[in-house]
């Protein structure tokens, strides 16, 4: 990486019903609240005044709604931003899932395997979704900021990959839904120039 190059910035789309329950949802195609909407909505103005030569989005409804709520355009969808598959947690939160695992973690414990529609994901696999788009996103830096339009964890893990860490480092960056992140270099090396901004 270096200087005057572009940077990520990262969309966590905005609220559904469950997101806001905190019910893990991977595959699940669940639309925006009312909320969620003025949420993507709000983040247009300041990605109004970036230079964004590409924009990726993950395939689900949520997160194609929110890119078109803040005004991005010439959105190219990428099933590598598709979130974790939680398989046989999909649905649930965490703590109907400890009833059954005390203490349970997803980011040391994982996802127990689900239905065809939801046969569930190590953190490995979700590391090698993200170093794929990273792959394509790098090299479009030269020319501006890269839209990135996603989900929560993937996001997170993708963050710990921009800056070398190993997938789990994700656990450290809390993303909340409708909020805009940037990721970019300082002396060549991979930082966070922003994280987890609400909507102005």
């Not at 909407?37 to 300041?46: R, V």
């Not at 929110?66 to 190219?76: E, F, I, S």
Request: proline share 6%.
């Amino acid at each position: 990486m270096m200087a005057g190059m572009g940077e990520l910035i990262l969309l966590r789309h905005g609220e559904t019903e469950w997101s806001a329950s905190g019910r893990h949802t991977g595959r699940t195609d669940i639309p925006l609240t009312a909320r969620g909407e003025d949420a993507a909505a709000a983040l247009a103005p300041a990605l109004a005044m970036r230079q964004i030569s590409a924009t990726f989005c993950s395939p689900a409804t949520r997160a194609v709604r929110t890119a078109q709520l803040a005004g991005l355009q010439d959105v190219k969808l990428d099933p590598d931003l598709w979130e974790w598959d939680y398989g046989g947690y999909e649905g649930l939160t965490t703590p109907q899932i400890q009833q059954d695992r005390p203490g349970w973690d997803l980011w040391r414990d994982g996802v127990i395997p689900g239905d065809a529609a939801h046969p569930g994901e190590t953190l490995t696999q979700v590391g090698a979704r993200a170093d794929a788009v990273l792959a394509r996103a790098k090299p479009l830096l030269y020319e501006g900021d890269v839209a990135l339009v996603a989900h929560g964890h993937v996001l997170r893990v993708l963050a710990a990959r921009w800056l070398e860490l190993h997938p789990d480092g994700g656990r450290l960056f809390r993303l909340d839904t409708g909020t805009y992140s940037t990721l970019g270099a300082e002396h060549d090396f991979p930082v966070i120039t922003s994280w987890n901004v609400p909507p102005a």
